[in-house]
C-alpha cells in the first residue's frame, strides 16, 4: 500500500480521519493525496429555475450559466486553499502529501481518482446513517464501499473525535471459512507486521436448523452435535491459517465464538479492544444488499471501531 487518498469536504466530521492518516501513512510509508471533489448544482435546483422561468421569473440560461460558472469557480479556490492548509499540517509531520480539486459526483470521482494509483487504500469518515433514511439518500461512503477496488478504511463520525495518537496495537480478522473471506488476510498482515500488531483470528459459528433438513424435529443434542463439528473444523482451519502468519513473525491469536456473525464480530471488536477490524465484503450493492443484509454492512452500521473493508474479487 503506497498511496492512501483521504477525501474531504471542509467539514469537521470529514476531518476526524485525519488522526488515523498521521498513524497510517508513516506506517504504510505511504504517501497522501488529500481530495476534495465540488459538486455541481443538484438537479432539484435547475428543474426550480426551469419551472419559474414558465411564468418568466427566471433570469435567461446565459446568466445562468454564467453564475453556475463562478459559483463552481469561488468553491473550487475556497477547496483548494482549504486543502492546502491541511495539507501543511501533515507536511510539519514530515508526510509526502498532494491535493486535487475535482469538479462533478463526488463518489464517482473518489473512485476515479482512487483507480488512478495502485494501490491505494481510501480513508474517509462515515456519517453511519442506516435503514430508510440511508436507502433513499444515499451516503457517498456507502457508494464508494459498493463500487471501488480499492480497500476502504472507515472511521464512524461522533460529537467527540479522536484526541489522543491513534496506535495500531491489535486488527481483528473476520473469516467464515471461505476463500473470500480470506482476501481480507494480506492487508492484514501487512498493518500487522508494520505495527508490530496482533492479528486476531475470528469465527463466528451459528448454523440455522433450517440449514439441516434432517435435524428438524430432532432432539436438540443432534444440533449441538452439529455445532460442536463446525466448531472443531472452524478450529483447525483458523489454527492452519494462523500457522502460516506466524511463519511470517506475525503474532497470532485464533477464536470461534458461538453466535451470528455480525453481532460477533463488533462484540469481540469492543472486548478485545481491537485497533480494527480488517474484514473483505463481497460487494453487493441495490435491492439484492437491502432485502438480504450483508455482515460487512451490519457491521460498518453497528460498531465504532475503524474497519477497512477490502472488496473481494
Given at each position: 500500500?503506497?498511496s492512501?487518498?483521504v ?13 488515523y ?9 505511504a ?5 476534495q ?15 419559474t ?15 453556475k ?81 480499492a ?7 461522533a ?8 496506535a ?7 473469516l ?6 480470506r ?9 500487522a ?21 434432517s435435524?428438524?424435529?430432532?432432539p ?7 455445532l ?11 489454527e492452519?491459517?494462523?500457522?502460516e ?19 460477533t ?7 478485545r ?27 460498518l ?13
Open positions: 500500500m503506497n492512501i487518498l477525501p474531504l469536504d471542509s467539514s469537521a466530521l470529514a476531518e476526524q480521519i485525519m488522526p492518516i498521521r498513524e497510517l501513512a508513516p506506517l504504510l510509508s504517501s497522501v493525496r488529500l481530495l471533489v465540488v459538486p455541481e448544482p443538484e438537479r432539484d435546483s435547475m428543474l426550480a429555475d426551469s419551472i422561468g414558465l411564468y418568466g421569473m427566471s433570469e435567461p440560461p446565459e446568466r445562468y450559466r454564467e453564475r460558472q463562478l459559483a463552481l469557480e469561488e468553491a473550487r479556490v475556497h477547496a483548494e486553499g482549504y486543502l492546502a492548509a491541511q495539507a501543511s499540517r501533515l507536511l510539519e509531520d514530515g508526510l509526502d502529501v498532494e491535493t486535487e480539486v475535482r469538479i462533478g459526483p463526488v463518489a464517482e470521482n473518489i473512485i476515479e481518482v482512487a483507480a488512478g494509483r495502485k494501490p491505494t487504500l481510501i480513508a474517509m469518515v462515515t456519517h453511519g446513517y442506516s435503514g430508510l433514511r440511508r436507502w433513499a439518500l444515499g451516503s457517498v461512503a456507502d457508494r464508494v464501499i459498493q463500487a471501488a477496488a480497500p476502504v478504511f472507515l472511521v464512524r463520525g460529537e467527540k473525535p479522536l484526541v489522543r495518537p491513534f495500531i496495537r491489535r486488527i481483528l480478522v473476520p467464515d471459512g471461505s476463500d473470500i473471506s482476501q481480507a488476510l494480506p492487508l492484514a498482515a501487512e498493518l507486521s508494520c505495527a508490530c500488531a496482533e492479528l486476531s483470528l475470528l469465527q463466528a459459528v451459528a448454523p440455522a436448523i433450517e440449514g439441516y433438513p435435524l428438524l424435529g430432532q436438540t443434542a443432534q444440533y449441538g452435535v452439529v460442536s463439528a463446525l466448531r472443531d473444523q472452524a478450529i483447525h482451519e483458523l492452519a491459517i494462523a500457522g502468519l506466524r511463519q511470517q513473525d506475525v503474532p497470532v491469536s485464533t477464536a470461534v465464538i458461538n453466535g451470528h456473525a455480525a453481532e464480530i463488533v462484540d469481540e471488536a469492543t472486548r479492544a481491537a485497533s480494527m477490524i480488517v474484514m473483505a465484503t463481497h460487494g453487493r450493492g441495490g435491492l439484492r444488499r437491502w432485502a438480504l443484509g450483508s455482515i460487512a454492512d451490519k457491521v452500521h453497528a460498531t465504532t471501531t475503524p474497519l477497512v473493508l477490502v472488496r473481494a474479487g
